[in-house]
């Protein structure tokens, strides 16, 4: 039961490169979500999506990208890489779209900018 | 925006001992989730409560939600070092797909 696994765990990278984090559940979720977790702000959402070919920005989508051409699979795509974005990306994931059903999280990716 | 703030930032006791955090928020909300996120790992479910509740238990834990007072609490008895974690508390704030996160409560459990 792998459930939701986030590559790579750890990754480092220049300010200006383009990055994917890469998301993948098992379960058939329909909706998924990007989350960054810093330092006293809890978690913040980037991007979520409902569906396949669905996606919708949460509250600090600037700077990242997203797709989901498959229902499993959620990527996460920083485009130009700032020192900001340097942070922990939790992805998620949960069955339905009420707020009722738990959230699955990844173990997440833990991105350095330099 | 971030609407729940736990209370205390951190918190360290003594194994056995019971732990106290507490969750505020600032609107009106449908439920309110505990989560627990131990370090480097993801965050995991811990137990929801409806507006319409006022106290829920499972095994060791027990949230209160007072919606008059807009605060939550969860309590964890007999405390284990396993507890060990961060403890974060999420609400709806109204919206059907986000979940509103607090900056989270660091317990840690000293054996």
């Known amino acids: 039961d792998a459930g939701i696994t986030q590559s790579p765990r750890y990754k480092i990278t220049e300010t200006g490169r383009q990055v994917t984090l890469m998301c993948h559940q098992t379960?058939?979720?329909?909706?998924m979500f990007w989350y960054r977790q810093d330092l006293g702000h809890g978690l913040r959402l980037i991007y979520y999506?409902?569906?396949?070919?669905?996606?919708d920005k949460g509250e600090v989508p600037d700077g990242y990208v997203v797709s989901r051409s498959k229902t499993e699979n959620f990527p996460l795509t920083l485009e130009s890489a700032t020192r900001s974005q340097t942070s922990v990306y939790f992805c998620?994931?949960?069955?339905?779209?009420?707020?009722?059903?738990?959230?699955?999280f990844g173990n997440g990716t833990r991105l350095t900018v330099t | 925006s971030q609407q729940g703030e736990e209370d205390p930032q951190a918190l360290s006791i003594q194994e056995g001992e019971n732990a106290t955090m507490n969750c505020s928020y600032k609107?009106?909300?449908?439920?309110l989730q505990w989560y627990r996120q131990n370090s480097g790992r993801g965050l995991v479910h811990l137990i929801l409560?409806?507006?319409n509740e006022r106290e829920k238990h499972s095994g060791r834990l027990r949230v209160t939600l007072d919606t008059s007072k807009k605060s939550s609490s969860l309590l964890i008895t007999a405390s284990r070092a396993a507890d060990t974690a961060s403890y974060f508390c999420a609400t709806d704030e109204n919206s059907n797909y986000q979940l509103i996160w607090g900056a989270g409560t660091k317990l840690i459990i000293k054996p």
């Open positions: 998620a994931s949960r069955p339905t779209g009420g707020l009722v059903s738990p959230l699955h």
């Open positions: 409560i409806r507006s």
């Open positions: 609107t009106s909300i449908n439920n």
């Open positions: 999506s409902a569906a396949a070919d669905i996606t």
């Open positions: 379960w058939s979720h329909s909706y």
